[in-house]
């Protein structure tokens, strides 16, 4: 027989429909269960647009199932204020249904306390099943509201041996066509992609999303490209993201860089520039680049796509949210290939920063690896009875 743990591992499916659709709003997800089966599912398909409760419920009635005493299973605790929409625990007491299954407590004060305007009004109310799966899914939430930067996906794609690129830079291609798919679906789904200095010479990127037609994020905007480098491009440099999208790259450098003639001349055709302090170490302190792109740019959700030393640095200051690491069944075992994570000086392995594997999946040829780091800065205790 079906269990709780079954009916939320479902919503969290649905919830994951949303990617690319809802942000700023967090991904939920709902099914509704009657005598052990799952007779209506739904998900916040949009921003702005009915939340998965709702959606749920609606389905529902589209489908003529009785609502009265079933159980509405969803991944984040319902909302209890008139937001965009109405509050969704008071719709639910409305509903009918006699027990609600909630995956996570909202972290957000003004949208929480739901769970307890449901148990005030009688139903029987359990929380925190596959919490933490229900927490990842709003992980992104979470930092951009309690932490005023956009949530950082780290990808890359690597060979079995960890290397991103051979010996003389080459990395066309490592993994494999429906990969490369997905990424494109991956910064269709973000506000802005963001690489190092070093992919920007090698690579000459554009950093947009090229999907089929009717995929269903095509439609989306293109990313901003954001570029990490105290070595400024010139203004006349043959580099497609300086000659087609001026407008839309942001290069977090120098303060010294920033002002110096290069970067005006960078300026002038409306690149924007972020001069950032150093960190300790003397490389440059990502965070405040991080969080003017949250305040300046509307960046929420930002795509990391490497190389190694930018991967390697977010890792450092702690600004890895995500990894989503492709590896392709190759090997290249060549000590100078470019490795996917470089740039630190870490003498013993108590010292390595520590990630716990959220969900590991086939993708056609390749293996796609998704993880979070062990300690999350910005993530709320668990404050539940
Ligand atoms: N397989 C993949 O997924 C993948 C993805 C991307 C790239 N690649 C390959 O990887 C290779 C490039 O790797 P890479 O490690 O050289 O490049 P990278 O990480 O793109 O660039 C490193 C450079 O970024 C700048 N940088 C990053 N973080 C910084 C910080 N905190 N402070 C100051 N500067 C910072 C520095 O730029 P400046 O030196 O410019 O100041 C640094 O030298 C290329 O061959 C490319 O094809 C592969």
Redesign the pocket.
């Known amino acids: 027989m079906a269990s709780d743990a079954d009916f939320m591992a479902r919503a969290l499916e649905l919830a994951e429909r949303g990617r690319g659709f809802v942000t700023p709003n967090p991904r939920v997800g709902a099914v509704l269960v009657r005598n052990g089966l799952i007779v209506a599912e739904g998900w916040h398909k949009v921003f702005g647009g009915p939340h998965a409760e709702v959606e749920c419920l609606r389905d529902a009635e589209a489908r003529g199932v009785a609502v009265a005493g079933a159980a509405m299973y969803v991944t984040l605790e319902p909302c209890n204020h008139f937001g965009k929409t109405p509050p969704c625990s008071r719709t639910l007491l409305e509903s009918g249904v006699s027990r609600v299954v909630i995956g996570c407590l909202d972290p957000n004060p003004v949208a929480g306390g739901g769970l307890d305007l449901l148990r005030q009004g009688g139903l029987d109310v359990t929380i925190g099943v596959l919490e933490q799966e229900c927490r990842d899914a709003i992980a992104d939430f979470m930092i951009y509201k309690t932490q005023g930067r956009p949530a950082v996906t780290l990808?890359?794609?690597?060979t079995l041996d960890g290397?991103?690129?051979?010996r003389?830079?080459?990395?066309?291609?490592?993994?494999c066509e429906a990969s490369r798919r997905r990424v494109h679906a991956l910064r269709a789904s973000v506000q802005a992609v963001m690489?190092?200095?070093?992919?920007?010479?090698?690579?000459n990127?554009r950093l947009t999303h090229r999907l089929e037609p009717d995929h269903a994020l095509a439609g989306n905007p293109q990313p901003l490209a954001v570029?990490?480098?105290?070595?400024l491009p010139a203004a006349d440099a043959p580099l497609a993201l300086v000659r087609e999208r001026p407008e839309a790259l942001v290069i977090?450098?120098?303060a010294a860089q920033a002002a110096s003639a290069a970067g005006k001349g960078l300026a002038k055709l409306g690149v924007r520039l972020y001069g950032?302090p150093?960190?300790p170490d003397?490389?440059?302190?990502?965070l405040p680049g991080l969080t003017r792109l949250r305040e300046e740019a509307g960046v929420y959700t930002i795509l990391c796509?490497?190389?190694?030393?930018?991967?390697?640095?977010?890792v450092?200051?702690g600004l890895a949210d995500e990894l989503a690491l492709?590896y392709a069944p190759k090997v290249l075992a060549d000590d100078r290939a470019?490795?996917?994570f470089?740039?630190l000086a870490v003498p013993c392995m108590a010292d390595a920063a520590g990630f716990r594997f959220c969900a590991v999946t086939r993708v056609g040829e390749d293996i796609l690896a998704t993880l979070r780091p062990l300690a999350v800065a910005g993530q709320l205790a668990s404050q539940h009875p």
């Open positions: 990808k890359l794609a690597m290397r991103i690129a051979s003389t830079g080459d990395s066309g291609w490592v993994s690489v190092g200095g070093g992919t920007l010479r090698a690579d990127p570029v990490v480098t105290r070595r977090l450098t120098g950032l150093e960190a003397g490389s440059l302190a990502l796509e490497g190389g190694g030393g930018l991967a390697g640095t977010l450092g200051q492709f470019r490795a996917g470089s740039g």
